[in-house]
């Protein structure tokens, strides 16, 4: 297969930007929104129903279940 010179462009641009955190997938995140302050919006953690895609609601057929007292 002949080497595509936009992938390999690409390639090298992430390992770059990789090896700049030292291999930290987080690093970079945490650089940005440190540089971010307060613009940043923190939603509270939803745990236990998946929401649609608007947010407006758990995702159909993906209620839990609850246990029945026997």
Known sequence: MKDDPIVASVRRARE????KFDYDVHADLRSRESQLGNRLV???ERRGKAMDA???GPVPGNERAT???V
């Open 16 to 19: 770059d930007l990789a090896a």
């Open 42 to 44: 923190r939603h509270p």
């Open 54 to 56: 608007s947010g407006s």
């Open 67 to 69: 246990p029945t007292k």
